[in-house]
C-alpha cells in the first residue's frame, strides 16, 4: 500500500509558479512526490500516518517543505543537467545526483524531527572542575607502589 505524499501537485504547482495540467505531467509530479515523500519519511524514520493510512495531523511544515523542494529538483529536471556559459560558449554537464534527493540544509530541517541527536562534527566539553593543589608528601609517581618511594627500589 502506498503511503500518501506530503504534498499535491497542485502544492507543486504553486510551488514552481506554473500548471502541471497535461496527464503525463501530472503522472511525472505524482512521481516526484511520492519520491521525495518516501525519502523524508527514510530521513526523519517515521511513517507520519495514522492507523487509517492518512497523514497526521497537525503535519509539520518542514515534511511538506522539504518534499517540495526535493521534488521541484526532480520534476523540473529530470535528466540532472545544469548549464554554465563560458564566455560564448553554452556548456552542459550532469550533476552529481540527479533523480530526487536531499540537500544537506533539508536533511538538518529534517533532523529535529527524527528524534536524534545532530549528526556531523562537534565539541565535547572537556572541563573536570578544578583539582586541588598537590602537597609535598602527596607521592608524585607511583612507579614502585604507593608505599615505596622511587629511591629505594
Known amino acids: 500500500m502506498a503511503l500518501p505524499a506530503f504534498a499535491t ?3 507543486l504547482a504553486d510551488w514552481l509558479g506554473e500548471p502541471i495540467t497535461d496527464t ?3 503522472s511525472r ?3 516526484a512526490l ?3 515523500s518516501a525519502l523524508v519519511r527514510t530521513e526523519t524514520g517515521k ?5 487509517h493510512a492518512s497523514l497526521v495531523n497537525p503535519l509539520p511544515d518542514a515534511l511538506s517543505l522539504v518534499t517540495l523542494q526535493a521534488a521541484a529538483r526532480a520534476y523540473s ?8 556559459r563560458v564566455d560564448d560558449a553554452q556548456v552542459s554537464r550532469k550533476v552529481d545526483e ?3 534527493y536531499l540537500t544537506a540544509s533539508e536533511r538538518d530541517l529534517l533532523t529535529p524531527l527524527a528524534g536524534r541527536p545532530h549528526r556531523g562534527l562537534s565539541t565535547i566539553a572537556t572541563h573536570r572542575g578544578d583539582f586541588a593543589p598537590m602537597s609535598d608528601d602527596w607521592p608524585r609517581w607511583w612507579v614502585n607502589g ?3 618511594p622511587p629511591d629505594e627500589a
Open 9 to 11: 501537485v497542485q502544492n
Open 24 to 26: 503525463g505531467d501530472i
Open 29 to 31: 509530479a505524482n512521481g
Open 34 to 36: 511520492a519520491m521525495a
Open 47 to 51: 511513517q507520519w500516518v495514522d492507523e
Open 77 to 84: 529536471n529530470p535528466e540532472g543537467l545544469t548549464s554554465e
Open 98 to 100: 540527479a533523480g530526487v
Open 146 to 148: 604507593p608505599d615505596t
